[in-house]
């Protein structure tokens, strides 16, 4: 029911910048929290970052401190990620996942079982 289709994806050079974008449709009920995961070749999906609809609490993952920004557009149903000072290890495919039943309340890190929709991804390519 609920389609998540994220944008923004493409490649840039060490030290540039990327936006990227997740349109959310088709649910009736507020989304409670949403998050992005990267997977890169040969490597498991891992969090990137995720933020609570209701008050915009952000975490992000260690890696990406400081240089990555989660925001969102509830009026636009829409998720954001700036990425920037990219770095080549940040090469990887970007998944836009909501959690509609409210189990990243009880979570203190970003995990993958408490988001049951996810997008199809988009990829980002750093080059050095």
């Known amino acids: 029911q609920v389609q998540l289709v994220e944008s923004g994806g493409g490649s840039v050079q060490a030290g540039g910048s990327l936006r990227l974008s997740c349109a959310a449709s088709?649910?009736?009920?507020?989304?409670?929290?949403m998050a992005w995961f990267r997977q890169a070749p040969g490597k498991e999906r891992e969090p990137v970052a995720r933020?609570?609809?209701?008050?915009?609490?952000?975490l992000y993952a260690d890696s990406v401190k400081g240089r990555f920004t989660i925001s969102q557009d509830n009026a636009k149903k829409t998720l954001y990620l700036q990425m920037n000072s990219l770095k080549p290890e940040d090469t990887a495919m970007y998944y836009c996942?909501?959690?509609?039943?409210?189990?990243?309340?009880?979570?203190?890190?970003?995990?993958?079982?408490?988001?049951?929709?996810w997008g199809q991804g988009t990829q980002v390519t750093v080059s050095s």
């Open positions: 996942a909501a959690d509609l039943n409210g189990g990243s309340r009880y979570s203190p890190i970003i995990q993958s079982g408490d988001f049951g929709y």
């Open positions: 088709g649910y009736s009920y507020d989304i409670d929290c």
């Open positions: 933020i609570f609809s209701s008050n915009g609490k952000t």
